[in-house]
């Protein structure tokens, strides 16, 4: 199982990539290029949105929150998580972990706002998974860490994928032989990835475990 | 011959004059004392940095490779604290606002204050009962234990946590993506780290109030630590983590 989310949609367009383009249409295209590739390599795939507005599920009409995509890709239980993103700066992709520290377990209580900290030695290991591919493929690639809503709230080795435009035309974005190349070395990868992932230690709980109640500005809150 | 009412409307216009003058010099004076009493207050929200230059690192983002580097600038800064952070980051990003810069951003003031609070975060109430009349009256609402992991709790004694009050006016301009925003913060959080090595935390609010992203991406919810963000210590770090 792999979940795929396309960032923004709807009133949330993104950054402007270009006079035409905005970034929730490339993330979306991308994620639909990247679906087919990896249905057809055998994996499951989840998406947060398959159409320009996000909804929440089993709530029509309700507008999509971050949380709400982090409770998707965690209820899927995924081998990877890949959060899509496109902007105009920059050249080929870049690609972000989370910059939480990783913890040695997952806590019997899942802190929601730090629940990818149990995951960050398997994000870490995809990252270098994902950063050979790209080698390979002669794509340029940025990798680096940054704090991008809801990666640490996931459940799963978690990156964000940033695609940039391929040369110095932002409108290059959205050629189809560049985004399918991109796509397929993600597949590639992950078709690797699929016999490594393995889970984090879950940790017991303690004897006097006391939980207080959460809320979202809160980081020691519980996962819902 | 002048007539008595006429002589009667001149001494009253005399008066007047002479009132209105008195007044006005006690509201001059009143006006001077009000803010000879606003210059030596110590509650003055930025003062005016009257020490020498000195010597201090900005860590400097480059949009082309992604990296930070540090860089010596020699600013006069004040001596508050609160006052030095917000300083700091004001003239951080007066220089992105300049023109040709690596990591172009809008100009104009993007903080509206910065908050210096110790840790570990304690948040204390008043209490009458005999338990916690001992302490003074007061009692903390947030239990602390000694393994508490929770992210608030300090390093080192004396360390702080930086709530950095951003302008919705900086934010609403700030350039979109995960790449811009995040050496955006990350920018912030060395420059914090390399002049106020007090400062262990940081917490970011846009009008006083939490926001999720600084534009679109950058999570700003979570508490960032503050750390030595330049891209050789990054480096460093990743290969210690392998």
Not at chain 1, 57 to 81: E, F, K, Q, S, V
Not at chain 2, 152 to 160: A, D, I, S, T
Request: overall charge negative; proline content about 7%.
């Amino acid at each position: 199982m792999i979940v795929l989310d396309p960032a923004h949609g709807g009133v949330d367009s993104g950054s402007q990539i270009s006079d035409t383009t905005v970034e929730k249409n490339v993330t979306l295209a991308l994620a639909f290029r990247l679906r087919s590739l990896l249905t057809a390599r055998g994996f499951s795939v989840v998406m947060t949105r398959d159409a320009d507005a996000p909804a929440v599920p089993n709530a029509a009409g309700a507008a999509m929150t971050l949380d709400d995509r982090a409770g998707i890709a965690n209820h899927a239980h995924a081998a990877a998580c890949l959060v899509l993103h496109a902007t105009p700066g920059g050249t080929g992709v870049h690609l972000y972990r989370s910059e939480l520290e990783a913890s040695e377990g997952q806590p019997f209580v899942v802190p929601w706002l730090t629940a990818q900290a149990a995951w960050i030695p398997q994000s870490r290991l995809l990252e270098k998974q994902m950063t050979a591919a790209f080698s390979r493929s002669g794509l340029a690639l940025v990798a680096s860490n940054a704090s991008v809503r809801p990666i640490d709230s996931l459940t799963c080795p978690a990156l964000v994928v940033e695609l940039a435009p391929s040369g110095d035309d932002a409108d290059s974005i959205n050629d189809t032989d560049y985004q399918q190349r991109v796509a397929q070395t993600i597949a590639g990868a992950l078709l690797f990835w699929q016999n490594e992932v393995q889970p984090p230690t879950r940790l017991s709980a303690p004897a006097s475990a006391t939980v207080r109640p959460a809320t979202t500005s809160d980081t020691a809150g519980a996962q819902p | 011959m002048i007539q008595r009412h006429q002589r009667i409307v001149f001494w009253c216009l005399v008066v007047c004059i002479i009132g209105m003058g008195v007044l006005l010099a006690v509201g001059r004076q009143r006006g001077r004392q009000r803010i000879a009493a606003l210059a030596d207050d110590e509650t003055t929200p930025l003062d005016a940095p009257t020490a020498m230059a000195e010597t201090v690192t900005l860590d400097l983002a480059n949009d082309a490779d992604g990296s930070i580097a540090p860089a010596s600038r020699q600013i006069a800064l004040p001596q508050d604290p609160n006052a030095r952070a917000r300083a700091l980051i004001d003239h951080l990003i007066a220089e992105y606002a300049l023109p040709g810069s690596a990591h172009a951003l809008p100009p104009g003031s993007a903080v509206a204050e910065v908050f210096l609070l110790p840790l570990p975060l304690v948040g204390y109430t008043t209490d009458s009962t005999s338990s916690a009349t001992k302490d003074g009256g007061f009692r903390p609402t947030v239990p602390v234990a000694q393994d508490d992991p929770d992210p608030v709790q300090p390093k080192q004694l004396g360390g702080e946590l930086a709530v950095i009050d951003l302008h919705s006016t900086f934010v609403n301009q700030h350039p979109s993506g995960v790449e811009v925003e995040s050496l955006t913060l990350r920018s912030i959080l060395g420059t914090l780290h390399a002049n106020l090595p007090q400062i262990e935390q940081v917490r970011f609010l846009v009008d006083g109030q939490a926001r999720e992203t600084l534009a679109g991406h950058a999570d700003l919810l979570r508490t960032y630590p503050a750390a030595d963000t330049t891209s050789s210590a990054g480096t460093a770090n990743e290969r210690q983590s392998n």
